[in-house]
């Protein structure tokens, strides 16, 4: 079963409905954590803008741009809408990555009466890697939600400080065994001082 970008949703169209297709009702509150790390691990601010490839193809790259801030959230070119709160990143449905940052720290969103989004930070402060280049402080979190009463749709977002998005891994899980779906890697980037990174020629 695969499915295409539009199927399965849109930090909008990359991250933020990768994670489920419903409305949530609600969102868990617990303790406040400090927002102050979580912010740097996705720099919103009007003009940063990632360029992502998908499953490995470099003809069609997706370029998010964040292109206004309204009504306390940053919008972007792909209908994305996100901010930084007292608890962590969230979309006006659901929280992304919430604090403390501990690895095995786990949240929920009520999607429905019958269907609940589970996230969990799986790493925290580990290198990651990306065709943008290698970051040094990064966190993964993994997003779960029942499509039926077999299937589960496993979302695995991997976030770099000081620069945002770096993976995001789709994949559907039956009976225990995965089978990817989509990725997106993020090739270029440009954050805070306008400089754009790009990643080094490939090797031959």
Sequence with gaps: MRQSLSTVGGIALLATTLVGSGCAKRVESDTRPATESIAEYYPLAVGNQ???????????????????????????????????????????????????LEAGRGWNNVVSVSSTERYQLVQVGFACQAPAGSFPNCVSVEGRNRVDAKTTLVN?????????????????????KRV???ELELVSFKVGSGAAATPPPAAN
């Design 156 to 176: 695995t977002m991997t976030f770099a400080a000081g620069v945002g998005l770096v993976r995001v891994d789709v994949a559907t899980e039956q009976d225990g």
């Design 50 to 100: 990632w360029t992502y490839r998908l499953d490995k193809r470099d003809d069609k790259p997706v370029t998010v741009e964040i292109v206004k801030e309204q009504d306390g959230y940053f919008l972007d070119n792909q209908g994305g809408q996100l901010t930084v709160d007292a608890y962590g990143l969230r979309d006006p449905k659901r929280y992304l990555l919430r604090g403390p």
């Design 180 to 182: 990817p779906q989509t």
